[in-house]
């Protein structure tokens, strides 16, 4: 996997006109943002690029307006917004699409160190169909490429892979660097011990991942619910926990293997059980912390126990790399949210590089409060995992080798 690519520090972009695909697929409510963190981390790349004087053409897709306009999911409050972050205007050119004459002459009258804002990419069809029209369209507006856009990096869409075959000079964002720093070079080149946790409910959502970071790490620590699947393999009963009874060979084949390569495989050695799933998810509910071979057959497992989540973070203490997918149990229930609580501690407080790949590991590390305390946490949940499984994502094989 290629990952040495040119960045905006490598390039003069004076007084040219920039193309720049962001992520700004915000969640929002009655047409205000309700979360503006992936405004805030796209500012660096567009406050570079208008310091070198580029003439700043952003654009982004929000939602899943599935190739129409739909007013809703417009990019408008985005402008507000980032006007109002930058201190300077972003002018919003409205197009239902997203590209035409009125958004070429407003390129065209663009003085260096002016931004604009294209209307969301998803309202043309070609868009997650890399068809070829949308992307000579968007090539049409630019001399450079940027792509800060992380969250979309493992698919191939119009204006993040497309729009690169009619551009010569196309590069990643501070945002996507970052990305590629940390998240593809501690798979590719982790300083050691490299410790791999992951977890989240299902096995079949990480089988790649299992076993790429296998062959890449020392230590691989499962928890969450597909840790079930694992313990039923070791012919333990799990009651009514959730099982994967189609990956029990599978998750056979992953013991096989560490032992075979020589890696630590931990499972749960403990775990916490309630009779029942909590309805509503954050209900009181009670519980008990039983050994993994103690599970009564009329109860469920809902996250790692107390020795479980010490011995995990024993694990992580004497690592260099942790990389983190997936939480331990229900963290959205206070009650089942301990594990996970653990192992974000253990994290926070090692001196080794750890990163959390996206997803629902990301808003647990955020909403705990640790997240000041990690050394890098992706923005994007299935570039993050397509990045684990080893596989090349072609957001960032389409930009430029240094």
Not at 67 to 95: D, I, M, N, T, Y
Not at 229 to 237: M, N
Not at 348 to 371: K, M, P, R, Y
């Amino acid at each position: 996997m290629g990952l040495n690519k040119k960045s905006v520090d490598d390039i003069n972009v004076n007084g040219k006109k920039v193309l720049v695909r962001c992520d700004f697929n915000v969640p929002l409510k009655e047409g205000k943002i309700t979360d503006e963190n992936r405004l805030v981390a796209a500012l660096p790349t567009i406050k570079k690029l208008v310091a070198d004087g580029g003439r700043i053409i952003l654009c982004s897709h929000l939602g899943k307006p599935k190739g129409e306009p739909k007013p809703e999911l417009s990019l408008a409050p985005v402008a507000v917004r980032l006007s109002e972050l930058l201190g300077q205007e972003v002018k919003f050119v409205a197009s239902p699409v997203v590209v035409d004459d009125s958004v070429k002459a407003a390129v065209d009258a663009m003085k260096d160190g002016e931004i604009i804002l294209l209307e969301n990419t998803r309202y043309r069809a070609e868009e997650t169909k890399n068809g070829e029209a949308f992307s000579k369209d968007l090539a049409s507006l630019a001399e450079v490429f940027v792509n800060d856009a992380f969250g979309t990096a493992h698919r191939a869409h119009c204006s993040n892979v497309g729009v690169t075959e009619y551009i010569d000079t196309c590069v990643v964002g501070y945002l996507m660097q970052k990305e590629i720093d940390f998240l593809g070079n501690a798979v590719e080149t982790p300083v050691r011990p490299f410790v791999a946790i992951l977890g989240g409910a299902k096995v079949a959502d990480k089988l790649n991942v299992i076993s790429n970071l296998l062959e890449k790490c020392d230590t691989l620590i499962i928890g969450g619910g597909m840790a079930y699947t694992f313990l039923k393999a070791k012919g333990l009963e799990v009651g009514t926990s959730l099982v994967d009874d189609t990956k029990i060979d599978y998750c056979r084949e992953m013991m096989e293997k560490a032992e075979k390569l020589g890696k630590k495989l931990l499972l749960p050695i403990d775990t916490t059980i309630a009779a029942e799933f909590p309805s509503p998810i954050d209900a009181e509910i009670a519980v008990e912390v039983v050994p993994s071979d103690a599970i009564p057959a009329d109860k469920m497992g809902l996250d790692i126990g107390t020795e479980t989540a010490k011995l995990y973070a024993d694990a992580v203490k004497s690592a260099k790399t942790v990389v983190w997918n997936g939480p331990m149990g229900v963290f959205e229930n206070p009650i089942l949210a301990k594990g996970t609580i653990a192992v974000a501690k253990s994290l926070a407080e090692t001196d080794a590089t750890t990163i959390i790949g996206g997803g629902d590991s990301a808003a647990a590390v955020n909403q705990l409060g640790f997240g000041d305390k990690m050394s890098h946490i992706s923005t994007g949940g299935g570039a993050s995992l397509e990045f684990l499984e080893g596989k090349e994502l072609p957001g960032v094989a389409a930009a430029n080798d240094k």
